[in-house]
Structures are given as C-alpha cells and as structure tokens.
C-alpha cells in the first residue's frame, strides 16, 4: 500500500504559522467578540495550525498589540475580545492577497479531479501566471502530464500523433499544460524500452513528423499514472478548503 502524502503547509503559499493564527481569530470575531480562551481553543481546532499554548496566547498578544482586535470587557480573569477598524483592515489584506488564488487553486484541483474521477465540478478553472505557478508546485506534474498524454492517445479520433500536437490538445482541452520541452522529456521516457508505454515511429520517408501509439501496457498504465496523479491533486483539495475555511465569512 502507498504511503500517504503529507499534507501541505500553508507556508507553501506565503502563510506563516503566525498569519494562521491571525486569519482564524478574525474569522472568529467577524460575527461577534468571544473570550480570550474561545480564541485559544478555535486555533488548536484548526486543522491547518498545530502550536503549543504559549504560541497561540503569543500571537494573539501580538495581535492586540498591533490594535488589531482590544479587550471590551474583563470580567475576573476572563477578557472578551473584539476586531478593531485595523483589523479589520488587515483581515481584508489578508483577502484581498490569499483568496482569489486559493479559490482558483481549490476550482484547479476539483477540475482534474473530475477529470481523472468522473465525478465532481467539472468546469475549467480560471489560470492566471501565478495561479499557475503554484499549482505545478502543489501537484505531480510528471504524473498528471503522463496521464493526460495516454489518455489522449486512448481516444480513437487522436489514436496517433505527434508530442507537439499532445501538447496542444492539453491546452485546448484542460486550459494547462506542462513545458513545450518536458514533453518531448516524457514521450521518450514513456517510449522508452524500459517503460515501453508509446510506440513511436516517422510518419514519411522524410521524416517530418514523429507520431506516437499507445502500446497495450500503455493503456493499462493510464489507470495507475491516473491514481498517482490524482493523491497528489485530493491532497491540494484538502490544503485548499483547510485555508478557506479561514475566510469563510467573507461572503466565498
């Protein structure tokens, strides 16, 4: 059995263990001030933050220092928190600068998730450069460029062509694709004797175009390379609904 995947760290997009903490007492006292220990006790049951007591009660310290949220009401040695006007300017540029691209990396993610499942939300996902860029970080792309590649080649009315042509086809068909060069990296490797997945011989004399086959044991690996691609995609799912549910309150 494989090994589980470790999840991802909100680090991975530029969150700190600190900004966690942050997001989730603002979420809390978006809707009304709560005492200092419900505080405590809505970061420890996050599942996106593990830290001990002190580090909690530090960063929220820090937050009331920054006038972010102030103590409304001491009662004992109980004291009830609420969001100041900063803070709740600094919670909007958390948004305005995390939201957006979680949004579209959670669409991405549940897009190829159909795609590989069949089930799920099957609309393309909205690319920008960034968006991008961090979703060819969170995932496998060798794994996903791979199934992708044979399962185009699966199709009868694609059955035979070229790497650039594959290439292209993942543009069109998926808004993504891997680098120009990369593929040509893993058609050979997938032709290969060692993988003998393609079957790729020159179209003419000429040799003008080098076309590519699946081989019987590349359909059988379209399957697996799809399972493989797909625990590194369910990891993201999860990575990315851990992180809205922070914002959760922003109306998203």
């Not at 393309?124 to 996903?144: A, Q, S, T």
């Not at 460029?145 to 009315?157: D, G, K, T, W």
């Not at 893993?186 to 175009?209: C, F, P, Q, T, Y």
């Amino acid at each position: 059995m494989d090994k589980p995947l470790t999840p991802i760290a909100p680090n991975k997009l530029g969150l700190s263990a600190k900004d966690i903490i942050y997001l989730i007492v603002f979420r809390e006292l978006q809707t009304h001030s709560k005492y200092m220990r419900e505080l405590y006790d809505s970061v420890v049951e996050e599942p996106v933050n593990l830290k001990s007591k002190s580090y909690i009660y530090q960063a929220i310290r820090e937050m009331e220092a920054q006038g972010w949220i102030n103590c409304i009401e001491i009662n004992g040695k109980t004291r009830t928190m609420a969001t100041t006007e900063a803070g709740e300017k600094k919670r909007e540029e958390f948004a305005a600068t995390y939201l957006k691209t979680l949004i579209r990396l959670k669409d991405a993610a549940d897009y190829f998730a159909y795609e590989i499942t069949g089930t799920g939300n099957k609309n393309k996902p909205v690319w920008d450069e960034g968006v991008l860029k961090h979703f060819n970080r969170l995932i496998n792309v060798r794994h996903l460029a791979r199934y992708l590649f044979l399962s185009i080649l699966n199709q009868p009315e694609y059955s035979a062509e070229t790497a650039i042509s594959i290439y292209e086809l993942m543009n069109y068909r998926y808004g993504w694709q891997c680098g120009e060069g990369y593929i040509y990296e893993l058609a050979h490797e997938m032709e290969d004797a060692s993988n003998g997945w393609l079957e790729g011989r020159w179209n003419s004399n000429r040799r003008h175009n080098y076309v590519y086959r699946l081989t019987e044991h590349g359909s059988n690996m379209i399957s697996k390379e799809g399972q493989a691609a797909l625990s590194y995609i369910q990891n993201l799912q999860l990575y990315t609904h851990n992180l809205l549910r922070l914002f959760q309150h922003n109306g998203k």
